[in-house]
């Protein structure tokens, strides 16, 4: 990692006709990146533009999700140009130990037990039960203490024990879990440090949405864990601080929608550990009911044509007093925020 200024460029400013500039990592900045657009717009195209650039200044490896169909993986030249490994989920597992380090203390095991028993919760279409939580939790701290490299089907195997030990009547958790295992999600072949490491592009077209949610939130809980484990990025002089991940997630109303805990602690917490993450959905609509604080993470928003109704959360996002109106930009053009003013650029 090397701590210098790294300026991404948009486009073309309608008004003055100069680069439009952002500085991803000053002192004080947010690095978070929010594109939204409708179907069409450039929004992904944004993100991929914005992405080769960090790829170019810094060599970055770059987590590129692609959460609703495998467009992106399917595009021999954005792997080439990110130094990317390819990984269609499920005709490939993720190769991650999504579960590493839950064996280093009891404390350990019980916390990551709870990340599992929360990203069930959130990935399976009616949730857990109250009375299921804690079941899921009590029955994985044991197994979780005592290994590490756990597939999902030992996850799947120890449940059924703790069901069948103590008399309980199978239920939607068994069940969701068989169904999740006839395809192959993860495979505990590599470290966080090895995986997060090299850029990959994961994409999710042909699993199922709760097995593609429960593998996605695992993931973010595991890159939550390991970057805990990491010192602070260095920074230069004048406080650029080095850029040590970019995660890029297009298509990611649903996971926005799910509001679960592991992408919101990538949003919040680890810009000091060198984190970026770019989000790219259809509407300013998805991003309605977060938190402010999360809001407040997003540094750089970009919205590209749109009918969004969620007026609060544009005009949250661009400092805007009044209503801007993006349904009438023009293809290309979209409405940013530079130095705390809302700004027309054209991107293409």
């Not at 994961?202 to 709760?210: H, K, T």
Request: some cysteine.
């Amino acid at each position: 990692m090397t701590a210098k200024p790294l300026w991404l460029n948009l486009g073309t400013n309608r008004e003055s006709n100069d680069p439009s500039l952002w500085l991803l990592n000053g002192r004080g900045y947010s690095p978070n990146v929010a594109i939204m657009g409708q179907a069409g717009s450039g929004k992904t195209r944004m993100m991929l533009k914005l992405l080769a650039q960090l790829r170019e200044q810094t060599g970055v490896p770059v987590l590129l999700i692609d959460a609703g169909k495998d467009e992106l993986a399917d595009r021999p030249e954005l792997a080439r140009e990110l130094g990317a490994v390819v990984v269609k989920v499920p005709k490939s597992p993720i190769p991650l130990d999504m579960f590493a380090g839950s064996d280093v203390s009891p404390e350990s095991a019980r916390d990551v037990a709870m990340d599992f028993c929360a990203s069930l919760d959130k990935a399976l279409k009616d949730g857990l039960t109250d009375n299921q939580k804690p079941r899921v939790v009590e029955a994985l701290k044991p197994l979780l203490a005592q290994r590490r490299g756990i597939p999902l089907t030992d996850i799947q195997r120890t449940l059924e024990q703790h069901y069948e030990d103590n008399g309980i009547k199978e239920d939607r958790v068994l069940s969701s879990l068989r169904m999740m295992n006839q395809y192959s999600l993860f495979s505990p072949e590599l470290t966080p440090a090895e995986f997060f490491g090299k850029s990959r592009i994961l994409a999710f077209g042909g699993a199922p949405d709760e097995s593609r949610r429960l593998a996605l939130f695992l993931l973010f809980d595991a890159l939550h864990r390991h970057l805990q484990t990491l010192p602070e990025a260095p920074m230069d002089a004048e406080f650029h601080r080095a850029v040590h991940l970019v995660v890029a997630i297009d298509e990611a109303r649903p996971l926005l929608a799910a509001k679960h805990d592991g992408l919101s602690k990538l949003v919040r917490l680890h810009r000091s550990h060198g984190l970026a993450v770019f989000m790219a959905s259809q509407s300013p609509d998805d991003y309605e009911g977060q938190s402010d604080d999360y809001m407040e993470q997003i540094g750089l928003p970009i919205c590209f044509k749109t009918n969004a109704t969620s007026t609060a959360v544009l005009n949250n996002m661009f400092k805007a007093r009044r209503g801007l109106n993006f349904a009438a930009l023009e293809p290309g053009v979209c409405l940013t925020v530079l130095d705390g003013v809302a700004s027309r650029v054209s991107a293409f």
